[in-house]
């Protein structure tokens, strides 16, 4: 009876815990402590959104159970969204389902088309759900190294595909990426195309963040791509583009096959979002969306700030051109004690809490990842906090030896 279940006995130790504890014990001894670490939007969700909520709640008929693959309106909206902004036709009855999150609608649908010793290709570092979701499924993981860029993105797919036995089932792609800020034109997609048609692989791609983006540049989708239709599932979710994040609301498009094998998993599972969060999505995506370019830009002022901060501090990082988040080697000084050790000492020493990149994958460690969750104000307090740290240390000194208890 002591023996540890199987599935969550794959699971690798929660690195983020340590942070959290430290963060929490700081907290309860009256520390001002400045949380970049979990990427939680922390502005309210647009009024006209919210109104529609209400709306909805009040009518009893809304209060039964709602359907597992997405209400008809909200599909259609999807569908609309992919129209607008991709130039993409998708079938709300056949290639779009609603997910609780575009987290759930990934571990889902990794149970419905994972065989036990299936093989995997994911991106490291990359967002946890992406591997671990396949690694419940019972799927072999085959790391794709990015944290240095994706220029031999490709290359190395093709060798992962031609050294895996057996032959993997699928790969992850998630641009722009959540930790690495990483973004990707739609010529990067072309080739991956190809490639996993030529090899019978699907494609599932992620796509979280695709309208936060600085540079005008809206990030692509793979389903652009005409002959990725049949081989892919793209994922988003409504917690970034709205500030929506506990509302708990997402969807995935594309191949008739995927989206109707997760629709059917999903249909023994779970009975779908809430109603009324469902209507409210609806008028999210077919309302004004004047909110989100506001998003959008609340989100490079703190960017801004906290690149410059950085650098002020002596720390160069490159600014990204999407996503909520700065993803930031560790000052050469304290590389070596690793993502981890530095995080704890950066919460102890400067008060502000990041994410090790250790938890994103073992490729992650010589980084940090900072969410852009505070006002500009209390980032620029950070950086000022980083600066003291860091100028008290030499930019390195006796703390880089140090371990954090």
Same mark, same amino acid.
């Given at each position: 009876?002591?023996?540890?279940?199987?599935?969550?006995?794959?699971?690798?130790?929660?690195?983020?815990?340590?942070?959290?504890?430290?963060?929490?014990?700081?907290?309860?001894?009256?520390?001002?402590?400045?949380?970049?670490?979990?990427?939680?939007?922390?502005?309210?969700?647009?009024?006209?959104?919210?109104?529609?909520?209400?709306?909805?709640?009040?009518?009893? /008929?809304?209060?039964?159970?709602?359907?597992?693959?997405? +209400?008809?309106?909200?599909?259609?909206?999807?569908?609309?969204?992919?129209?607008?902004?991709?130039d993409v036709d998708i079938d709300p009855e056949t290639e779009a389902c609603v997910t609780i999150g575009s987290k759930e609608g990934l571990a889902?649908?990794?149970?419905?088309?994972?065989?036990?010793?299936?093989? +995997?290709?994911?991106?490291?570092?990359?967002?946890?759900?992406?591997?671990?979701g396949f690694m419940l499924a019972g799927a072999a993981l085959r790391h794709i190294p990015v944290v240095d860029g994706v220029d031999n993105f490709?290359?190395?797919?093709?060798?992962?595909?031609?050294?895996?036995?057996?032959?993997?089932?699928?790969?992850?792609?998630?641009?722009?990426?959540?930790?690495?800020?990483?973004?990707?034109?739609?010529?990067?997609? /072309?080739? +991956?195309?190809?490639?996993?048609?030529?090899?019978?692989?699907?494609?599932?791609?992620?796509?979280?963040?695709?309208?936060?983006?600085?540079?005008?540049?809206?990030?692509?989708?793979?389903?652009?791509?005409?002959?990725?239709?049949? +081989?892919?599932?793209?994922?988003?979710?409504?917690?970034?583009?709205?500030?929506?994040?506990?509302?708990?609301?997402?969807?995935?498009?594309?191949?008739?096959?995927?989206?109707?094998?997760?629709?059917?998993?999903?249909?023994?599972?779970?009975?779908?979002?809430?109603?009324?969060?469902?209507?409210?999505?609806?008028?999210?995506?077919?309302?004004?969306? %004047?909110?989100?370019?506001?998003?959008?830009?609340?989100? /490079?002022?703190?960017? %801004?700030?906290?690149?410059?901060?950085? %650098?002020?501090?002596?720390?160069?990082?490159?600014?990204?051109?999407?996503?909520?988040?700065?993803?930031?080697r560790i000052p050469e000084p304290f590389r070596a004690m690793g993502s981890l050790e530095f995080s704890k000492l950066l919460l102890q020493e400067?008060?502000?809490?990041?994410?090790?990149?250790?938890?994103?994958?073992?490729?992650?460690?010589?980084?940090?990842?900072?969410?852009?969750?505070?006002?500009?104000?209390?980032?620029?307090?950070?950086?000022?906090?980083?600066?003291?740290?860091?100028?008290?240390?030499?930019?390195?000194?006796?703390?880089?030896?140090?371990?954090?208890?």
């Open positions: 009876m002591n023996e540890e279940f199987h599935r969550i006995k794959r699971l690798p130790p929660y690195v983020f815990a340590e942070v959290n504890a430290m963060k929490a014990r700081a907290r309860a001894a009256g520390e001002d402590i400045i949380d970049l670490g979990m990427g939680n939007p922390d502005q309210p969700t647009p009024p006209h959104i919210v109104e529609k909520l209400v709306e909805a709640v009040r009518n009893p /008929k809304t209060h039964r159970y709602s359907m597992s693959r997405g +209400i008809p309106g909200l599909r259609k909206a999807i569908s609309a969204y992919y129209k607008r902004r991709f889902n649908l990794a149970q419905a088309i994972t065989s036990p010793g299936d093989v +995997i290709l994911v991106p490291n570092p990359s967002y946890p759900i992406h591997p671990f490709v290359e190395t797919l093709e060798r992962a595909i031609r050294h895996s036995v057996p032959k993997p089932i699928a790969v992850i792609v998630s641009f722009p990426a959540n930790p690495t800020a990483q973004t990707v034109t739609l010529d990067f997609y /072309k080739p +991956i195309v190809e490639l996993c048609l030529k090899h019978g692989i699907y494609i599932l791609s992620d796509i979280a963040y695709a309208e936060i983006y600085f540079d005008g540049n809206p990030p692509p989708s793979v389903l652009q791509i005409p002959e990725a239709r049949d +081989i892919t599932v793209e994922f988003n979710s409504l917690s970034k583009t709205y500030n929506m994040p506990g509302w708990r609301v997402g969807f995935g498009v594309g191949s008739k096959k995927l989206i109707g094998a997760l629709a059917k998993f999903k249909s023994y599972v779970d009975y779908g979002a809430f109603t009324p969060i469902q209507v409210a999505a609806t008028a999210a995506l077919n309302g004004p969306q %004047d909110c989100v370019e506001e998003i959008r830009q609340m989100y /490079k002022a703190r960017r %801004d700030a906290l690149i410059e901060g950085l %650098d002020a501090a002596g720390w160069d990082v490159p600014a990204p051109n999407a996503t909520m988040f700065v993803w930031a400067a008060q502000v809490a990041v994410s090790p990149g250790i938890g994103f994958g073992e490729y992650g460690d010589e980084h940090v990842r900072f969410g852009l969750v505070e006002n500009v104000q209390r980032i620029r307090q950070a950086c000022r906090n980083i600066r003291g740290f860091l100028h008290r240390t030499g930019n390195g000194g006796e703390a880089a030896s140090k371990k954090v208890i």
